[in-house]
């Protein structure tokens, strides 16, 4: 059974990202370049 997603995270997520501190400071790293590439990159409105 899926667990519920916590939005209060860095990344919301719902697999208990917190169990895993080096892939969850990896993700937190990663995450705002993805965020800006998406935002250059990503879908026209």
């Known amino acids: 059974m ?3 997603i916590d ?3 860095n990344i919301p997520n719902n ?3 917190a ?3 080096r892939l969850q ?3 937190e790293n990663w995450q ?3 965020a800006d590439w998406w935002t250059e990159m990503g ?3």
């Open 2 to 4: 899926p667990r519920e």
């Open 7 to 9: 939005y209060s995270e």
């Open 15 to 17: 697999v208990e990202l």
């Open 19 to 21: 169990s895993d501190r």
């Open 25 to 27: 400071r990896a993700l």
């Open 32 to 34: 705002p370049r993805f």
């Open 43 to 45: 879908p026209v409105d």
